[in-house]
């Protein structure tokens, strides 16, 4: 069976691959959340297109994804609807799927697994916030009889830095967000571009609808990423009571040549590629340039990208960037920064403390004396600083050499 915890890509474009399809028999189960199985094709279309697209321009000899249409033959979806105990092998292994937050129609899997006269319950929680969002909410408790003996890893995205920065972490992406609208309307009260690329799903209703009910004009240039809002509005787009509808939409403008967008009114831009690349890098290189634009990072920038570049640069200093070349390739292009820059932090992941206090609080009834929790999904700061806050687990790291292969005995 395939487990997907959550749509982004790059939790679910490998089951595409030549080599994994070589390998899955022609009936195997893919279990995930009802807006996961509406938004999986969209995802894996897009995914195999840009692979497809880096072949033909001579970058890439063999795209190492097959055919879509043959593949969705071959799909065998078993959406839920709810977190419900699901049987997978009789009376052997059961898993439950629970809501864990991040984006819309995200979960993890607790397997229940029984040998002999011994039952063991281990947690893949895949990308966990415990904070609410625009159309979802953060993770929720775990019923007690599903509560795990090992968490098999922990999500450390955000370990490595304080973003709340000291304040109440409960309310931290609204309050971004409510820092966002003011400069929106500062943007237009000054007739000034905003620009902003975000995550799909959940991060781009929330900066163009945030911005739309202010009865400002907001310009979308990602025809996938609209697409998949309006299927996440559909009722396959919902799986369980913490799932929201965003409503709205009416100033809210779909550009498919973002060259079109420069023709009317400066106004507020979103497009996808919550790390600054893609088709986002063109508008970057646009706006950045700009004196009567601000740009804006939205959320956790991973090293080396394009946003993580911009948080490190000053008006009047100079910037790298990464572009798509003609070719395929990526071009380091260097752009003289006139527009003004302002750094937003609302994440999908779980802040770091309160990380550590879900963590305790899902092993809270582990049978074990010193619980396993796995530390992946960040980086060796953030893994230091886990190690040290999380005191009484048995801690094994994904980056280092000797835990990566670990065995339940």
Not at 149 to 158: A, E, Q, S
Request: include cysteine.
């Amino acid at each position: 069976a395939v487990f997907l915890t959550h749509m982004h890509r790059d939790h679910v474009a490998g089951i595409a691959l030549d080599i994994v399809q070589k390998y899955l028999a022609e009936d195997t189960p893919i279990f995930c959340s009802q807006p996961t199985a509406a938004g999986l094709i969209h995802q894996l279309e897009d995914q195999i297109n840009f692979s497809e697209a880096r072949k033909n321009k001579g970058y890439d000899e063999t795209s190492p994804y097959g055919d879509l249409n043959v593949f969705e033959t071959r799909l065998r979806l078993q959406p839920f609807n709810q977190p419900r105990i699901i049987e997978l092998v009789p009376d052997r292994i059961w898993f439950y799927p629970h809501p864990v937050g991040h984006i819309r129609g995200a979960c993890g899997y607790v397997f229940v697994v029984k040998d002999g006269n011994a039952t063991v319950k281990f947690m893949a929680p895949g990308d966990v916030s415990c904070h609410d969002q625009v159309s979802t909410r953060g993770v929720q408790p775990l019923p007690k009889i599903y509560a795990p003996d090992i968490l098999m890893y922990r999500d450390g995205t955000n370990d490595a830095e304080d973003l709340a920065q000291g304040t109440c972490e409960a309310t931290f992406w609204q309050r971004e967000m409510q820092r966002l609208g003011q400069l929106a309307q500062k943007c237009h009260n000054e007739n000034k571009w905003l620009f902003g690329p975000t995550f799909a799903v959940d991060r781009l209703p929330a900066f163009a609808q945030t911005i739309a009910n202010l009865d400002l004009p907001v310009y979308i240039f990602s025809p996938s990423a609209y697409r998949l809002w309006q299927r996440m509005e559909s009722p396959e787009g919902f799986w369980c009571d913490s799932d929201c509808p965003v409503r709205g939409g009416e100033r809210i403008t779909l550009f498919r040549d973002w060259h079109d967008m420069f023709c009317g009114d400066p106004a507020a831009v979103t497009a996808t590629s919550g790390m600054g690349h893609g088709p986002a890098a063109f508008l970057l290189w646009n706006f950045l340039s700009m004196e009567n634009a601000v740009v804006a990072t939205l959320g956790f920038a991973a090293y080396n990208t394009n946003n993580y570049n911009l948080k490190r640069v000053k008006r009047g200093e100079k910037v790298k960037l990464q572009v798509p070349h003609s070719k395929g390739t990526d071009e380091t292009v260097e752009v003289l920064v006139r527009a003004e820059l302002e750094h937003f932090r609302p994440t999908g992941h779980s802040l770091r403390e309160t990380s550590a206090q879900w963590t305790e609080e899902v092993l809270r009834y582990s049978q074990f004396k010193e619980p396993m929790v796995g530390l992946s999904h960040g980086t060796t700061s953030g893994f230091n600083w886990a190690q040290k806050r999380l005191l009484g687990f048995n801690i094994f790291r994904a980056d280092r050499k000797e835990d990566r292969k670990v065995q339940l005995l």
